[in-house]
């Protein structure tokens, strides 16, 4: 397993649209978190999962955001009527939870979100 | 409170250690990481410590810990113009339990 992907890694849309993001996690991770990154900021945590139970969001979340992890395996994101203050880079991370796991997350590189 | 502080610029020459401070306000934070971020790129993790620790090395790079002052920083020996990025200190709480909690990070310029 080469780590966290995340697909797509570049996304022009124009304000109002709707777009979705995938990462798929390490294989064997349990936990996989969604952070996003302004310019000039630290990643921001949105919300995670573990398999596929959803046990947190941000309140950065807002309601035109949705995410879904429906087998435990990769998860979506997704933006509905996007506005230019969405423009970000979405980070998607993954660890291991559970008696002697690491406490590590791992992340994929990133996608880039430009709302025009 | 959550607040993870950074300094947001060092600038070393090539060769010498680097030293990235950072200090946060949660006491419960269990453990402290580093992770660095090159331009465009998602985040690499470089080295984490349990709070039950004062310090960990790991090749050119030693963590330092004070948990009375709520301080941890990043030394890295023979810095070299690869180490250019930018570097982030989180935290996470309650044995692990909850997403990290980043400072806005410090970028390191190294000159040849």
């Known amino acids: 397993d080469t780590g966290v992907s995340q697909d797509p890694r570049h996304k022009i849309t124009k304000r109002g649209q709707n777009v979705t993001f995938r990462c798929d996690p390490i294989?064997?991770?349990?936990?996989l978190y969604w952070y996003r990154q302004t310019l000039g900021q630290g990643p921001e945590f949105l919300t995670y999962?573990?398999?596929?139970?959803?046990?947190?969001k941000s309140r950065l979340l807002s309601d035109r955001f949705s995410a879904e992890r429906p087998k435990g395996s990769f998860s979506t994101l997704e933006i509905q009527r996007t506005e230019q203050g969405d423009s970000a880079m979405y980070l998607c991370?993954?660890?291991?939870?559970?008696?002697?796991?690491?406490?590590?997350?791992?992340f994929g590189p990133g996608t880039r979100l430009l709302v025009l | 409170g959550e607040d993870v502080e950074q300094s947001l610029f060092l600038s070393v020459r090539e060769g010498d250690s680097s030293v990235i401070n950072c200090t946060y306000t949660?006491?419960?934070?269990?453990?402290l990481y580093w992770y660095k971020q090159e331009p465009g790129a998602g985040l690499q993790l470089l080295t984490y410590?349990?709070?039950?620790?004062d310090m960990k090395q790991d090749q050119r790079l030693t963590v330092l810990l004070n948990k009375k002052d709520k301080h941890l920083s990043l030394r890295i020996a023979d810095t070299q113009t690869g180490d250019s990025a930018i570097y982030f200190c989180?935290?996470?709480?309650?044995?692990?339990?909850?997403?990290?909690?980043f400072g806005k990070g410090t970028r390191l310029s190294v000159i040849a």
């Open positions: 991370a993954s660890d291991l939870r559970g008696r002697g796991a690491g406490e590590t997350q791992y």
């Open positions: 294989s064997e991770h349990n936990r």
């Open positions: 999962f573990q398999n596929e139970a959803q046990l947190e």
């Open positions: 949660d006491s419960s934070s269990t453990y």
């Open positions: 410590i349990f709070s039950n620790m």
């Open positions: 989180a935290e996470t709480r309650n044995s692990g339990n909850t997403p990290l909690v």
